[in-house]
């Protein structure tokens, strides 16, 4: 297939704005909430989910290189962090302290953290030192280990791997693939996740603060929904 024959199927294909991602990602993440909760034995459901995080890496990256504030997406994504930390605890655990897993907004929150001083690295660090511009992604890895951070090391370079060949999809297809690969074969159904990647159209949709803090706060939301669900499931 020609690179012209690709980019002509590419423009067609492409129909899905922001939204319509973080709609497909939001479904994912329940349907695998809910095997991980509700259906353990299910793993099936589990396959499914693997499709959230890679889309949810995409769209850190695509929102860092739209946003006009990175503070203010950092400020979101730390406040989200931090009030899902309860009901994430609450949801594999069962108790409100879980020392030993750590909500996904902090991994979501540390890639984005990392991406951002990198390109600052890039920008103005001098030309024989701008291979120190990778430190604030190692630095974010390491962080993200010693949390324990849902997805750890693996999510931080995911993120970052989508912001690096931000304008080579084959690139970020093998790279990102790599990376599922190394985190066990159930993770690599994750790469079914580039279909609706690929068919995104770089166009963010209808927007409004209710709708955006609707997705963040889908979060923790049907994190406590399902737990109360697995508290009273036995005895229904």
């Known amino acids: ?33 809910v095997g ?39 400020l979101r994504l730390g406040i989200l962090a931090v009030v899902s930390e309860i009901p994430f605890n609450l949801a594999i655990s069962g108790t409100l302290i879980a020392p030993e897993h750590q909500n996904v907004f902090l991994t979501l929150f540390l890639g984005l953290l990392a991406i951002a001083l990198m390109e ?26 010693i949390l324990k951070t849902d997805y750890d090391c693996y999510g931080i370079l995911i993120i970052s791997l989508f912001y690096i060949a931000k304008t080579r999809p084959m690139l970020q297809f093998i790279s990102v693939g790599v990376m599922q690969y190394l985190m066990g074969p159930v993770q690599l159904f994750g790469q079914l996740a580039f279909i609706p990647i690929f068919m995104y159209n770089g166009k963010k949709g209808y927007t409004s603060r209710l709708l955006q803090w609707g997705f963040y706060l889908y979060y923790p939301l049907h994190l406590l929904v399902l737990y109360f669900i697995s508290i009273y499931l036995p005895a229904i």
Not at 12 to 28: F, H, R
């Open 36 to 74: 991980f909760i509700l259906f353990p034995g299910q793993l099936w459901l589990r396959c499914i989910g693997r499709l959230a995080f890679p889309i949810y890496a995409f769209l850190i990256t695509e929102g860092y290189l739209h946003t006009h504030n990175v503070k203010k997406y950092l």
């Open 120 to 145: 600052k690295g890039q920008l103005y660090l001098p030309p024989n030192l701008t291979a120190l511009s990778i430190l604030p992604v190692l630095l974010a890895c390491l962080a993200a280990i």
């Open 1 to 33: 297939m020609s690179s012209d024959t690709f980019t002509a199927i590419r423009d067609k294909a492409q129909i899905l704005d922001s939204n319509a991602l973080k709609l497909i990602a939001v479904i994912s993440m329940t349907i695998d909430h």
